[in-house]
């Protein structure tokens, strides 16, 4: 199991990795805490470090339909 510090380091790259895609999202958007939440889910699922928990993170802010958000 990953441990809280990896989780929150992941969680905040994928969002700063986001919002640099995406400048219209704001920072206290409510993906975020969709994207906190999908990672806490794989981080249950299996062990990743930082960086694939990251990608993880990208892909799936990335596959959310917008106007569903």
Excluded: K, Q
């Excluded at 994928?14 to 994207?35: I, K, Q």
């Amino acid at each position: 199991m990953v441990d809280e510090a990896v989780l929150r380091n992941a969680a905040e790259t994928a969002w700063t990795v986001y919002r640099a895609r995406h400048p219209d999202v704001g920072a206290h958007d409510s993906l975020r805490c969709l994207l906190e939440r999908h990672l806490h889910r794989r981080r249950e699922e299996r062990e990743s470090d930082t960086e694939e928990l990251a990608s993880f993170g990208i892909a799936y802010l990335d596959g959310l339909p917008r106007d569903e958000c």
